[in-house]
């Protein structure tokens, strides 16, 4: 296996992990908000049971959208030619969506908790697919310039 593999499969295992305890010790633990930059920025507690922007949709619909979503970066990631920076990036969009999918399992819902102004509640998992985007953007800008 090659190095990129590697970082690939560390990067998934890493997001996938730190979502998936992130939301156990949060949904555990917290028992009220906790503001962080008073109420702009704070931790509360809330459990999604549809998809991004807590948008529900019919089952099996929306079970078969984000199955049918992993599969097809998992699928691109194989076939793309990573570079080290390509495979932080697909390692954190797996492994957010992975960590998401765990706690969908364990509890029904995915469990939210980072609040900021007035936009929806998210996650860990979800910062990492936002990110990992944000990295597959940039590169694909940088590569145009280059």
Known sequence: MNFMVMLLLASVALVTAS????????????????????????????????IAFSIALPSPLQEILVAGALIAVCFI???????????????????????????????????????VGSFPVFNLADAAITIGAGLLLAESFLKKKG
């Open 19 to 50: 979502a998936s305890l992130g939301a156990a010790l949060i949904a555990e633990q917290m028992t009220s908000a906790i503001p962080i930059i008073g109420e702009f920025i704070q931790l509360s507690l809330s459990h999604n049971r549809g």
């Open 77 to 115: 990631a194989v076939k793309t030619k990573l570079t080290k920076f390509l495979s932080v990036a697909f390692g954190f969009i797996i492994g957010g969506a992975v960590g998401n999918l765990v706690n969908r399992a364990l509890i029904g819902a995915v469990t939210d908790f980072i609040s």
